[in-house]
């Protein structure tokens, strides 16, 4: 089993969708968590990150950590077809090393 | 412009080659990281360098070398040893005072061994 999990997708929306990304992890050990989006052969751009459980949110977007269900969650509100990438999970326990997630791809279409 | 470099975006090798990969960073981070992309499989951490002349293997060292001889470069060597070698690499910088969960990633190669 992966330490964490990510629907591979894809996932297609209507443009202003609200589109919700999910990732579950078994190491209870991680505690930063972030959502990296990446275009198509271009490299992952990072959007948000938190610091175990509670909510933050940056303009569109929204990420949620429930620590005791291991489960993240980036909301993105009013989608816009720009916002057609992979989005990818990433988390952090102790250690220097960050364990990611195999990414989602998200299509809106117009 | 602060950011990530990494040339060539495409790379074309024969097998039984050793071919190298560059990364430079002009934001004065102090760990370099490389990961490796395959379909279906996310990111795997190669090699990591937090500080200059000192490196560590990551989850799939094998076949891979690195060196860090200057703070802003980390080149990476793809060898013959590598048995699947054909990826997307990608290189990424990240700040030692962010706690190193602020990585930041170059726009990769794209290296094809045939």
């Known amino acids: 089993q992966k330490e964490v999990e990510q629907d591979p997708g894809p996932l297609s929306v209507p443009e202003g969708a609200i589109v919700s990304l999910n990732c579950t992890y078994s190491n209870s050990a991680f505690q930063y968590f972030m959502w990296y989006r990446q275009y198509s052969r271009k490299g992952p751009e990072l959007l948000m990150y938190?610091?175990?459980?509670g909510n933050k949110e940056d303009g569109r977007f929204t990420a949620q950590v429930d620590k005791s269900s291991k489960y993240i969650s980036l909301f993105i509100r009013d989608s816009q077809p720009s916002d057609s990438a992979t989005y990818l999970c990433a988390m952090k326990g102790s250690g220097d090393k960050l364990t990611f997630g195999t990414g989602t791809r998200l299509a809106v279409r117009p | 412009d602060g950011g990530i470099t990494q040339s060539p975006k495409y790379l074309f090798r024969k097998e039984g080659q050793n071919v190298t990969l560059s990364c430079e960073q002009n934001?004065?981070?102090?760990?370099m990281y490389w990961y490796r992309q395959d379909p279906g499989q996310g990111l795997r951490l190669i090699y990591y360098s937090q500080i200059v002349n000192d490196f560590q293997k990551g989850d799939i060292a094998e076949g891979y070398s690195v060196s860090r001889e200057k703070k802003e470069s980390f080149p990476l060597t793809v060898t013959s040893a590598q048995k699947n070698p054909t990826a997307f690499y990608l290189c990424a910088s990240s700040p030692m005072t962010s706690g190193i969960y602020e990585q930041y990633f170059g726009p990769g190669t794209r290296l094809t061994v045939t």
């Open positions: 938190t610091y175990s459980s």
């Open positions: 934001l004065n981070h102090d760990a």
